[in-house]
């Protein structure tokens, strides 16, 4: 597949699932087209980004490739995983002792959740980015 | 580990720039190995070590205790 191809293809995609996501907002759907929306947008922003800088840099005469790139990204996947676990596990124990009874679509639950947890993913990139 | 990548490459009169371009990486990726916060791969300790002309255990010193 060319570049131009592939790029076309996944621009496609956020297209859809950002459509995908609007309408689940439409139609009463909040927390699951709230979540859709905002991993993409989040995704598609943060790719956007790279791209532009990697343009400046080869602008520059200067090459790109960060070998630190997977190193980085291991770092934050193990990071936001020890975050969700955390988090999660107080969500468990405050719920269990308190005890409130919620009653929640799942599916909007869970778009939520993974929204969240592509924001803190992008954050501890930024991070360790920054830091290293 | 520990590198000596800034002294050789200031010895030398480089710029970040140069020794990213001639080693074929980001500037950030040197700026990391230099300040001992990223530890290069294999393929990339080599290629540093030759564009120096030395040995690659005279670039980069292995530490028994990992920060």
Redesign the interface.
């Known amino acids: 597949m060319s570049n131009k191809l592939g790029t076309k293809l996944s621009w496609g995609i956020v297209l859809v699932l950002l459509a995908l996501g609007i309408t689940q907002i439409y139609v009463g759907n909040t927390g699951l087209g709230t979540g859709l929306t905002a991993g993409v947008l989040g995704a598609s922003a943060g790719r956007y980004i790279k791209g532009q800088k990697i343009k400046k840099?080869q602008a520059q005469?200067?090459?790109?490739?960060?070998?630190?790139a997977y190193?980085i990204a291991g770092k934050s996947a193990y990071a936001t995983l020890s975050a969700a676990v955390v988090i999660s596990a107080l969500f468990v124990l405050i719920g269990s002792i308190v005890g409130p009874q919620l009653t929640v679509n799942l599916y909007n639950f869970l778009g939520i959740c993974l929204a969240i947890m592509i924001f803190i993913y992008i954050g501890f990139y930024y991070y360790y980015n920054r830091?290293? | 580990m520990e590198n000596h990548l800034r002294e050789l490459r200031e010895n030398r009169g480089i710029t970040q720039e140069d020794l990213a371009a001639r080693v074929g990486v980001s500037r950030q990726t040197i700026i990391s190995l230099e300040k001992g916060k990223y530890n290069p791969s294999i393929f990339l300790a080599f290629k540093l070590a030759r564009e120096f002309g030395l040995p690659i255990e005279e670039v980069f010193i292995y530490c028994e205790e990992e920060k």
């Open positions: 840099l005469g200067l090459n790109p490739y960060d070998e630190r190193y830091v290293m």
